[in-house]
């Protein structure tokens, strides 16, 4: 890799590998795939990737959640929602060094069909670590930091506000906003990064440097989306930091974004 995310040929680097993975964290991936071989070793699964900061070599111990996606032969089923349901429950009450797990399921055709070449398709290729059977990725692209990715990969932020809105209005504790706000957020500064990623020239899913990057581009609001990034990292329940997000960044990005590179491309 030669910096900022790109190996030496200039397309995006796969950010993470198991070598990565802390020592306090290996325990939890590897029952991890105990725990998912036990549940989809019948034939419905093709393939296991884990994917942020575990395998990227940055979680906080007892903070950072455990994120797996299951790649399976057939379209999910509620039966397959079930099973990762319980895995996930099982994952997170077994181990302190996490706080959540989040178990991903999309069928093969679905993560290497054209539709989802630069959305899902990336998401395996570059952000998923595999864990488990063959590698998806040796049936996709290699990708590099384009407008057209930055488009199908962010370019449906306006999509989510309205459903943002609404589930602000609705929380009632400091857990649910604190829960809404740390998914706001990221959504917010990664749509921020990649906005500006073909000028930038690079990738990255440090929250951190992907504020930095847009900031250098758009200094007036560079100080919302260190904000956001902070939010991300350290979820607040204060009702006017998930108003200043979904009332006032969020929609300046999106228009913003349309502008730019335009929408994504509508899914059924």
Same mark, same amino acid.
């Given at each position: 890799?030669? @910096? ?38 019948? +034939? ?44 996930? /429950? ?76 609404? /589930? ?7 857990? /649910?906003?604190? @829960? ?43 100080? /919302? ?24 960044? +969020? ?18």
């Amino acid at each position: 890799m030669i @910096g900022r995310g790109l190996d030496v040929d200039g397309t995006i680097a796969r950010e993470g590998a198991m070598s990565r993975v802390p020592d306090a964290f290996a325990g939890v991936v590897a029952a991890a795939r105990a725990r998912i071989v036990d549940a989809f070793g019948d +034939g419905r699964l093709h393939s296991a990737y884990v994917y942020g900061s575990i395998p990227r070599g940055t979680p906080k111990l007892g903070v950072s959640d455990l994120d797996l996606l299951l790649a399976l032969h057939a379209e999910p089923t509620e039966a397959d929602r079930l099973d990762a349901a319980r895995i996930a /429950q099982s994952l997170d009450e077994s181990f302190d060094q996490i706080d959540g797990v989040g178990i991903l399921l999309f069928s093969t055709r679905t993560l290497l069909s054209e539709r989802e070449r630069h959305d899902l398709g990336f998401f395996v290729a570059c952000l998923c670590t595999p864990l488990l059977g063959d590698d998806l990725a040796e049936d996709l692209p290699r990708y590099r930091p384009t407008a057209l990715l930055a488009r199908e990969t962010n370019g449906d932020l306006s999509l989510a506000l309205p459903e943002w809105g609404r /589930q602000a209005a609705r929380a009632t504790t400091d857990n /649910q906003r604190r @829960g809404l706000s740390r998914l706001v957020a990221r959504r917010i500064v990664r749509t921020g990064f990649t906005l500006v990623m073909p000028r930038w020239g690079g990738w990255t899913s440090d929250l951190t440097e992907s504020a930095e990057a847009f900031g250098t581009y758009y200094p007036a609001r560079a100080e /919302q989306m260190r904000g956001a990034a902070r939010t991300g990292r350290a979820p607040s329940a204060d009702p006017a930091v998930l108003r200043q997000l979904i009332d006032d960044l +969020g929609p300046w990005l999106a228009a913003e974004y349309t502008a730019v590179h335009g929408e994504k491309a509508l899914r059924p």
